[in-house]
């Protein structure tokens, strides 16, 4: 007797399908596995780029600070110096003026007028005296006007006294006093009226 082995198709064919199954299997979850490996490297790739460039930005900044501070400080020592020349500007000013307003107002005193007081507060100006008539007390108003260190120069009264026998006039002034004062107005044009200061007597 013969015997022959069969083997069974239908349990061939299922073992070659479930052989391709899991290849193809294997290969999709290699596929997606070295995607996924891909994707990692690529973004430590770029991760480790931008933590550089984030580090020189870092840097950047820091050196612009550096600067930032350095011109801070230099611009508040540039402050502070003209705040001391500002200082030694206005001591010095301080100092001449006083002595420039007494020589101007020696250089506007008519030689028949005497100051008897002078007496200055805040800027506001009293000023006692006597003169031989009115016209040289108009000529000492004149005078004073002219300069740049009186202004709203007022006269307040005239009185007539004798001093020794001899009659005088007392007279009494105001104006606005400026240790410093602003520069000087430009000159009136020809044809001009000249201003004319009238003493009347009281």
Avoid: C, H
């Avoid at 199954?21 to 596995?33: M, P, R, Y």
């Avoid at 110096?81 to 001591?91: S, T």
């Avoid at 004073?144 to 709203?152: D, K, N, Q």
């Amino acid at each position: 007797m013969i015997r022959i082995n069969l083997l069974p198709v239908r349990e061939i064919k299922a073992e070659v399908g479930r052989r391709q199954e899991l290849i193809i299997a294997g290969a999709s979850l290699g596929l997606t596995v070295a995607l996924l490996l891909g994707l990692n490297l690529y973004q430590s790739y770029r991760l480790s780029g931008l933590e550089k460039e984030l580090a020189e930005l870092r840097k950047e900044i820091e050196a612009l600070n550096l600067k930032a501070r350095g011109v801070a400080e230099l611009g508040k020592r540039v402050s502070d110096l003209r705040g001391k020349l500002n200082v030694i500007e206005e001591l010095n000013k301080k100092k001449t003026g006083p002595v420039r307003v007494m020589e101007s107002l020696s250089s506007a005193t008519p030689s028949r007028l005497w100051l008897t007081q002078f007496k200055e507060a805040g800027g506001a100006l009293a000023i006692d005296g006597l003169a031989i008539d009115n016209q040289t007390i108009a000529d000492f108003l004149k005078a004073l006007s002219g300069s740049v260190y009186f202004t709203a120069v007022d006269l307040v009264e005239t009185t007539q006294v004798e001093q020794e026998g001899v009659p005088l006039k007392k007279f009494s002034v105001k104006a606005n006093l400026s240790y410093q004062p602003l520069p000087s107005p430009a000159p009136e044009k020809a044809g001009g009226t000249p201003a004319t200061t009238e003493v009347k007597q009281r």
